[in-house]
């Protein structure tokens, strides 16, 4: 088990990064995660967006709708709340009046709130979502979903937790103190929020001005989950989300063009692959162990030989469906020829893609971004050895929206979580992550 660093005990007062900054000076892999959320059928009043076709049929049940019309009933919410992106029960007009208005005693379309919206120069959009509230004391998680618009394509950037519980050096998400994991309701309601905002539903039109992909596809035609979070430490929802996102008869979106990014949860990587058949990404960002150790501390778990050894697994994996490897690079730590040769012997023999990422800087990082030569030269030499190594462009870099810059201010919830702890409610909510595996 990862040892982890009780939140509780540390000062409230003391500044947001402190902990994370302690827990990095101390050599934790892992924080203390915050009280989790049930993922269930939604409760009375509570929305349907988000939920699974299983959770939709125990919430019909709940109104008293019979069994033996359930399967039907579900499908007609389900065109209506993910093929249509309906927001009023009014609108659902082939199902009876009587129905609609049980449904809408009950329960509500409404989606997780936009704080904000902000939107980049180069039309990245960064939206800040308020989870609905868990309970009395919560006034909602927040946590932030990027939107990256190209000619061809439309990319949207989830998260999967609430904060990370992980600690990599170079990554501002890591230094967020709470963490829960997200619902699949609360995964899937991203890519609702991020619909409506751009206009994305049959009959909508995107904002004026806004900047959405011309190939006649859809706005949202990608989704990775390189947000907030470790995706591999939330498997069992994350694989539920993606399931919503990929149904056929709903949003339809391919799984092809879904990728899970992994610092590297190496147990859970075959599970990925056969339940969720998506897409992998690896944060790499180091070829030795000692180095990595330090940037993504999870190695000391997982090591290089280990996630190789799973990338190599990795149910599906051809030369058709590579794996990622994303390589962040840092200006004098890990971007010299040496490690990029290093870096093209280690993959041999799996089929994989580099993708450089230009260091992103945070306020209080410790790390520069390489200089761009040395960027293109360490690139030249990936490409030299057979593969592709598209340098990542820092999109919406002007808002904070760039990969590892993510962090909202639920942090400033951890008083709320001391009490809690203090006070010994939820203590079974407490999950210790790592151990999901
Ligand atoms: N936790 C998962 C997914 C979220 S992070 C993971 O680590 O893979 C998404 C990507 O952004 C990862 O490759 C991560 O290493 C990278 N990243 C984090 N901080 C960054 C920064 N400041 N600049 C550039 N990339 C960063
Ligand atoms: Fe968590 Fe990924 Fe950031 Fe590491 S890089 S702290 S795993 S979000």
Redesign the pocket.
Same mark, same amino acid.
């Given at each position: 088990m990862a040892t982890v660093l009780d939140i509780a005990k540390h000062n409230p007062n003391a500044a947001p990064v402190a902990v994370s900054e302690a827990a990095r000076a101390a050599g934790f892999i892992e924080k203390t995660a915050e009280l989790t959320v049930a993922a269930g059928a939604a409760p009375g009043g509570a929305s349907l967006i988000g939920l699974t076709r299983g959770q939709l049929k125990d919430s019909l049940s709940q109104i008293g709708v019979p069994e033996r019309e359930l399967k039907m009933r579900v499908a007609q919410l389900w065109h209506w709340i993910y093929f249509r992106g309906a927001r009023d029960f009014a609108e659902m007009t082939n199902m009876g009046k009587e129905l609609r208005a049980k449904l809408a005693a009950a329960y509500t379309l409404a989606r997780p709130k936009v704080v904000s919206e902000q939107v980049s120069k180069d039309g990245t959009r960064k939206w800040l979502i308020r989870m609905a509230s868990t309970g009395p004391l919560d006034k909602g998680a927040e946590i932030e979903c990027v939107y990256i618009p190209e000619v061809d394509r439309g990319t949207l950037c989830v998260s999967s937790q609430v904060g990370?519980t992980?600690t990599?050096s170079?990554?501002?998400?890591g230094t967020q103190r709470l963490v829960r994991n997200l619902t699949s309701a609360e995964i899937v309601a991203q890519l609702i929020v991020a619909r409506d905002c751009i206009g994305d539903w049959p009959g909508a039109t995107p904002p004026e001005g806004a900047f959405v992909p011309n190939d006649g596809g859809r706005f949202v035609s990608n989704i990775v !989950? &390189? $947000? &907030? $979070?470790?995706?591999l430490y939330n498997t069992d929802n994350v694989i539920a989300a993606i399931d919503v996102m990929s149904d056929g008869e709903g949003l339809t979106l391919s799984r092809r063009r879904i990728t899970v %990014?992994?610092?590297g949860v190496v147990p859970q990587m075959e599970r990925l692959g056969a339940e969720a058949n998506t897409m992998l /990404? #690896?944060?790499l960002?180091a070829v030795r162990d000692e180095l990595r150790d330090e940037l993504?501390p999870i190695n000391r778990k997982y090591d290089i030989r280990q996630l190789l050894d799973a990338c190599r697994a990795y149910p599906g994996l051809s030369n058709a469906r590579r794996i990622t490897f994303?390589y962040?690079m840092l200006k004098g730590v890990n971007d010299s020829d040496a490690d990029a040769r290093k870096l093209v012997q280690l993959l041999k023999g799996i089929p994989a893609k580099i993708n450089l #990422? @230009? !260091?992103? @800087?945070?306020p209080g %990082?410790k790390y520069e971004c390489s200089d761009w030569e040395r960027i293109e030269r360490f690139s030249e030499i990936v490409y030299r050895a057979g593969y592709a190594s598209p340098v990542r462009t820092p999109r919406g870099r002007d808002i904070l929206a /760039?990969? $590892?810059?993510l962090k909202s201010e639920t942090e400033k919830l951890r008083a709320r979580a001391r009490m809690m702890a203090e006070q010994g409610i939820g203590a079974e909510g407490v999950y210790a992550v790592g151990n999901g595996e």
């Open positions: 990370c992980l990599c170079f990554c501002h998400t !989950f &390189m $947000g &907030m $979070g470790e995706p %990014s992994t610092s /990404a #690896i944060s960002h993504v994303e962040v #990422i @230009p !260091f992103n @800087p945070w %990082s /760039a990969c $590892g810059q």
